[in-house]
């Protein structure tokens, strides 16, 4: 594959961008290819839906506003390039319509306006034919309406990438938009964010947002994440108190992992890992499908660039 501009991501950062920008644009040129084969024969319509899309150039200044607005979840700062890997792929998937066929429909959501205009007017640079819509709105709700469409329309076939600043995606939306029509592509902030809701004492303060995006409830979080200790004191009362469990990074994605695979029959085993200049995981990358080909192929491919 022709290697895409690096001048268009100087904006975005370096090495974790581009290793989850290359595995899902191979997966996107992978999935045409095989769809076009049999997308008039069966008379397929395919869409492309970006849930969180951004702006398409965005500034580290932009980035770090982000940032700022999510410091009441966690003490400590966030690394440049953790938050660096927020990139769209929405460019690189619409500059493939230059060498193949593409979508039928491309859907980006930003919850921002004035970001879907930029995004439009960046896009619209290129001979698409597909038919490109950029709705500002909350991505969870637009993506629970592309899970009704596809269960509805089974003629309709979908490839998602849900890629979200910190926590907004809700596990609802993922059930919702679990069905046979849509490849499912998410990034999951493992070591940026949720390890560090994760407090050492099993406080969990913040245990809405940890059970909106695991879909399970504080308790449940809890003895996944925890090791229940006990001890007797010197006047022979019990104590009571929590341990966290070792290696959380991977814990954290192998949960994200299996409950997905109570969605979807197939999903990534190994997800790809992104990891900060202290080899420290920071998002693991990972594919959901109920094709047993999808999630070979998007395997293949994460294990070529992990």
Same mark, same amino acid.
């Given at each position: 594959m022709e290697s895409f501009d690096k001048s268009n991501i100087d904006n975005w950062g370096g090495l974790w961008t581009e290793q989850k920008l290359d595995t899902f644009e191979s997966y996107v040129k992978a999935y045409l290819t095989i769809m076009n084969v049999y997308r008039e024969k069966y008379n397929w319509k395919l869409i492309y839906f970006d849930g969180f899309a951004g702006s398409g150039t965005r500034s580290n200044e932009e980035l770090e506003d982000e940032h700022r607005k999510s410091l009441d979840l966690f003490e400590?700062?966030?690394?440049?390039?953790?938050?660096?890997?927020?990139? @769209? *792929?929405?460019?690189?998937?619409?500059?493939?319509?230059?060498?193949?066929? @593409?979508?039928?429909?491309?859907?980006?959501?930003?919850?921002?306006?004035?970001?879907?205009?930029?995004?439009?007017?960046?896009?619209?640079?290129? =001979?698409?034919? @597909?038919?490109?819509?950029?709705? =500002?709105?909350? $991505?969870?709700?637009? *993506?629970?309406?592309?899970?009704? *469409?596809?269960?509805?329309? =089974?003629?309709?076939? $979908?490839? *998602?990438?849900?890629? =979200?600043? @910190?926590?907004?995606?809700?596990? $609802?939306?993922?059930?919702?938009?679990?069905?046979?029509?849509?490849?499912?592509?998410?990034?999951?902030?493992?070591?940026?964010?949720?390890?560090?809701?994760?407090?050492?004492? $099993?406080?969990?303060?913040?245990?809405?947002?940890?059970?909106?995006f695991f879909g399970m409830s504080k308790e449940e979080i809890r003895k996944w994440f925890y090791e229940e200790k006990t001890e007797i004191d010197l006047f022979a009362e019990e104590r009571v108190w929590y341990q966290k469990v070792d290696n959380p990074i991977k814990r954290i994605a192998d949960l994200y992992v299996e409950r997905l695979g109570e969605l979807f029959p197939y999903v990534t085993p190994e997800p790809l890992v992104m990891r900060n200049s202290r080899y420290v995981p920071i998002f693991h990358f990972v594919c959901a499908s109920y094709n047993s080909t999808a999630v070979k192929i998007a395997q293949q491919i994460i294990t070529k660039r992990q």
């Amino acid at each position: 594959m022709e290697s895409f501009d690096k001048s268009n991501i100087d904006n975005w950062g370096g090495l974790w961008t581009e290793q989850k920008l290359d595995t899902f644009e191979s997966y996107v040129k992978a999935y045409l290819t095989i769809m076009n084969v049999y997308r008039e024969k069966y008379n397929w319509k395919l869409i492309y839906f970006d849930g969180f899309a951004g702006s398409g150039t965005r500034s580290n200044e932009e980035l770090e506003d982000e940032h700022r607005k999510s410091l009441d979840l966690f003490e400590g700062n966030v690394d440049d390039d953790e938050m660096k890997v927020y990139q @769209g *792929a929405a460019e690189r998937v619409v500059r493939l319509e230059e060498k193949m066929r @593409g979508f039928d429909f491309y859907y980006f959501i930003d919850l921002k306006e004035d970001n879907c205009l930029r995004l439009e007017l960046k896009l619209r640079q290129y =001979p698409v034919k @597909g038919l490109m819509q950029f709705r =500002p709105g909350d $991505a969870n709700m637009a *993506a629970r309406q592309l899970g009704n *469409a596809l269960k509805q329309k =089974p003629y309709l076939k $979908a490839l *998602a990438l849900l890629d =979200p600043f @910190g926590m907004n995606l809700e596990w $609802a939306t993922i059930e919702s938009i679990a069905c046979k029509g849509i490849d499912l592509w998410i990034l999951i902030p493992s070591g940026v964010i949720v390890n560090r809701l994760l407090d050492k004492q $099993a406080q969990l303060i913040h245990h809405e947002k940890l059970s909106s995006f695991f879909g399970m409830s504080k308790e449940e979080i809890r003895k996944w994440f925890y090791e229940e200790k006990t001890e007797i004191d010197l006047f022979a009362e019990e104590r009571v108190w929590y341990q966290k469990v070792d290696n959380p990074i991977k814990r954290i994605a192998d949960l994200y992992v299996e409950r997905l695979g109570e969605l979807f029959p197939y999903v990534t085993p190994e997800p790809l890992v992104m990891r900060n200049s202290r080899y420290v995981p920071i998002f693991h990358f990972v594919c959901a499908s109920y094709n047993s080909t999808a999630v070979k192929i998007a395997q293949q491919i994460i294990t070529k660039r992990q």
